[in-house]
């Protein structure tokens, strides 16, 4: 590990004034950057400890959620609004890492994590452009099994691991940040970035941005949502693909429905073209794998994931489906 | 302010790359907690902070500073073994060995978790307020703990044993605060 100062902050403006520089991180739980650190792939000269702000989870009078950026992951998926009001936030919570490490993980750094692609952790063995831009990538003509089929550049094939981003991209979440501009706010779905030619530019924060809380709208719809992960093991694997899905069914038709995907790209993503065919449209299993493909026509395979499409369109299928109460 | 680890204050150390981990085992020469994988992937190394189970190998140790630690070490009283550790050992939950002071540690903390009602993810009910337990809430609960001997159903059988027996002695160690609300 390279090394790195250490200092606490006791609010957001103190952290974004120690940190300073682009050669600064804020630390959250520590999960997936001292990972990173130790293997050299991440070589910060200055950690600014920000886990113990933000730790709030706020209940607003217009039914939002104001989600403190410290927050740890177990207590988030505890939370009894969210385990009612926002099922699918609290499931893919639980889907992800251990119970350890949700213990640990904070909401900021959740959604700040790096992709867990196998040439991206490899700093002296493999090529990256995410991680030394201009190299290559390895990941491209190597063991792709677990890479992209949306959005994915000549660049970078890799996804974002999170689970918890998958359900807040379909719950529509605000991400409020501070800098040293002063405080804004921007779409979850705005917050990751798509690959093209310069994947190691992975978001719109500008160097010395802090998160600071995520906000949940008032979405009655959510009280009827859910998550499914499909993985190689039944626990403690990371997303081949995933679903985080809302729905709403009167009379028979899809009265309003959320829907996003997760292992599937370099950012949570929204399945918005899948939304616009369903909405008003029959609840029913054909409807859902009509929709499902429309949004994938766009998926292209690498050598060793092709079959992350058929995948994603079954469990998409599969999920609305349960929400509907249909038979797939 | 210092850490305090199975009741004793110990400084923070000057390097701030010092991980918990290391600080127990290199520093304070309490062996038990393994170092397995060093990259949160195995649990070898979960001990408690403040009774909750985390990972130590991903904790820089500067960020514990005021937090009270529970080892394995932390468990048994003098010579006489905590119950859990007991029925390891009568349910051979363990061949090796290496992987049983993160597995006990684990599951003091998940009887924690339990306790204050938190969901896992093979719970049906998700907004139920307590937990209906069950083996396969166990075992998706223990997850984050591999055991390369493949000593995994007797792991279950003796959490679910202490579970069933004397849930105290797992809770005792795991501070219970009132559910997040």
Redesign the interface.
Known sequence: ?T????SRADDAARAIDLAGTSAAKF?G???NL??LM?ETVERPIR?V?V?GLSGA?EEREDGSLLIGAGVKN??L????AV??RY?VL??AI??G?????R??ATVGGNLLQRTRCTYFYDNEGARCNKRAPGEGCDAIGGFNRIHAILGASESCVATHPSDMAVALAALGATVHITGAGGARSVALTDLHRLPGDRPDIETVLEPGDLITAVELPALPLAAQSTYRKVRDR???AFALVSVAAALEVKDGRVRDVRLALGGVAHKPWRATKAEALLMGGPATAEAFRAAAEAELADARPLNDNGFKIELAARTITAVLSELAGANA | MPILVNGSAVSVPDDPRVSLLDLLREQLHLTGTKVGCNQGACGACTVLVDGERIVSCLALAVQYDGREITTVEGLSQGDALHPLQAAFVEHDGFQCGYCTPGQICSAIGMAGEIKRGIPSHVTEDIGAETIAVSRTEFQERMSGNLCRCGAHNGIIDAISEVYREDRDALERFAFIEEPAE
């Open positions: 590990m090394p790195f100062s250490y630390l739980g520590g999960t001292v990972d130790r950690l400890d886990s989870i177990s207590t998926a505890a939370h009894r385990r009612t099922p609290a499931r639980l889907a890492a251990s119970a350890q490490i213990n640990m039944a626990s403690y």
